[in-house]
């Protein structure tokens, strides 16, 4: 059974480039987030997505960075221009919420094994 | 302001002792908590939770202790086996865990030597 597929699995980029990291969730999923990784924070939640709807994007640090969900096998996370400092690991998770429960739950996630971006 | 907190960032536990991955959290919210695991090159994977409700949650060698007047958490490996070296992330929820308001801690490496 496969799990998250993320690509790509590392990204070395200069600065003021466009990165754009890809997700595929767990068939069935209905729920869909990107966090990122750093020392200093740990795993912060970016942006999550219900049946392919942005539902909050609180956490998505600056207007550069964007993220969609054409479908409900396809994500994307974009990050437009890119600095030094946006430097870290970018997972992609992915659960099953049941309708109703307004999401509110013991949902595990699902991690994707992560990208692994440099901006240098 | 980090609201989750895992002070220690490393952990060295010889091979049959017992391990102790400590959490605190400042918001009295939270009722939910957990604990994931992670590999080099892999993403994290649920290990374990327990419920405001409950003190004590226990699966084969994980137990999770909460103490929610000191608003701490602890996870015991018991025993440890170097299969368990890895990165060990406290995770905190004020609904219930939902995943939507998890709150990560900034992760403990546990090294269990042979």
């Known amino acids: 059974d496969a799990g998250v597929i993320q690509s790509p699995r590392h990204e070395v980029t200069e600065m003021g480039q466009e990165v754009t990291l890809r997700c595929k969730p767990i068939?069935?999923?209905?729920?869909l987030f990107w966090y990122r990784q750093t020392m200093m924070r740990g795993l912060e939640l970016l942006i999550y997505?219900?049946?392919?709807?942005?539902?909050?994007d609180s956490g998505m640090p600056e207007d550069r960075f964007s993220a969609k969900m054409p479908n409900a096998s396809f994500s994307t996370l974009k990050i437009q221009p890119s600095e030094p400092r946006d430097s870290a690991v970018y997972f992609c998770?992915?659960?099953?919420?049941?309708?109703?429960?307004?999401?509110?739950?013991?949902?595990?996630?699902?991690f994707g094994s992560g990208t692994q971006l440099s901006v240098l | 302001d980090q609201q989750v907190k895992q002070n220690s960032p490393s952990l060295s536990v010889q091979e049959g002792r017992i391990s102790i991955l400590n959490c605190d959290y400042t918001n009295s919210m939270f009722d939910y908590f957990l604990w994931y695991k992670k590999y080099p090159a892999e993403g994290p994977t649920f290990l374990i939770s327990?419920?405001?409700?409950?003190d004590k949650n226990e699966d084969g060698r994980f137990t999770v202790f909460l103490n929610k007047s000191a608003k701490h958490l602890s996870l015991h490996i018991v025993p440890s086996q170097p299969g368990d070296s890895a990165v060990y992330f406290c995770?905190?929820?004020?609904?219930?865990?939902?995943?939507?308001?998890?709150?990560f801690g900034t992760g403990t490496l546990l090294a269990v030597q042979p």
């Open positions: 995770a905190a929820s004020p609904y219930g865990g939902a995943t939507n308001k998890l709150i």
């Open positions: 998770a992915s659960t099953y919420r049941r309708p109703g429960t307004g999401g509110i739950g013991n949902e595990k996630l699902f």
């Open positions: 327990i419920s405001s409700i409950k």
């Open positions: 997505f219900n049946n392919n709807v942005p539902i909050d």
């Open positions: 068939s069935g999923h209905n729920s």
